[in-house]
């Protein structure tokens, strides 16, 4: 049971650089989330999405974009990176009555 | 703004104690309360509430909330080492968007130690 898969696990970026975080999940839910985990914030959500073409702004969507690819994938993509960026970054899926968290992305900005 | 707030921050206990976690919240249309435990990495799922006054129970973890005073706690009892975690509460808020989806709205947690 693969549930929640995120990639990569960890990255170090240069300031202003580029890059998407993959998720995917094998369970046939619609929902998905973005979270980022900073010490002493508790999960914060930056973006979600009802269903396939759908998407909408969570707490902190400010320099992430998001694409649902499909029903399985959910992408999170920074376009220009700042070092604030750097965080733990989990993605979810839920069912009818919890929510399912991949192991996670730890993203510097250096 | 919707807001769920987690009490202590922070709490230290020895093996065999019981403690309590705290979860206030403010959200329009609270629609469940869950709790996760965190212990390295992925958030794991412990309880779903949305009903008052109905304990929830597994092992020697137990929650309950109260929707007319908007909180929640999670109680652990005869605690051990590997309960040492952070413990986070989540609110489901059925505020829809155009696109229809509920979001989930986390307080920062309660790290959790406990001593052998």
């Known amino acids: 049971n693969a549930g929640v898969t995120q990639t990569p696990k960890f990255q170090v970026l240069k300031t202003g650089q580029s890059m998407t975080l993959q998720c995917a999940q094998d369970m046939n839910h619609n929902s998905m989330y973005w979270y980022r985990q900073d010490p002493g914030m508790g999960l914060r959500l930056i973006y979600y999405s009802a269903s396939e073409g759908t998407t909408d702004k969570g707490e902190v969507p400010n320099g992430y974009n998001v694409s649902r690819l499909n029903k399985r994938e959910f992408s999170l993509r920074l376009e220009s990176a700042a070092p604030s960026q750097t965080s733990v970054y989990f993605c979810a899926s839920r069912d009818r009555i919890r929510a399912f968290f991949g192991q996670g992305t730890r993203l510097t900005v250096v | 703004e919707d807001k769920v707030v987690q009490s202590p921050l922070s709490l230290v206990v020895h093996e065999g104690d019981t403690v309590t976690l705290n979860c206030s919240y403010e959200?329009?249309?609270?629609?469940?309360l869950l709790w996760y435990k965190q212990e390295k990495k992925a958030p794991t799922f412990l309880f779903m509430l949305?009903?008052?006054?109905i304990e929830k129970k597994s092992g020697r973890l137990s929650s309950i909330l109260d929707k007319k005073e908007l909180f929640s706690i999670l109680n652990i009892t005869a605690t051990q080492t590997g309960d040492s975690a952070i413990y986070l509460c989540?609110?489901?808020?059925?505020?829809?968007?155009?696109?229809?989806?509920?979001?989930?709205?986390f307080g920062t947690g309660t790290r959790l130690k406990v001593l052998a």
């Open positions: 949305t009903s008052s006054g």
């Open positions: 959200v329009t249309n609270f629609r469940s």
């Open positions: 989540a609110v489901e808020s059925a505020g829809r968007t155009t696109s229809g989806t509920y979001k989930y709205i």
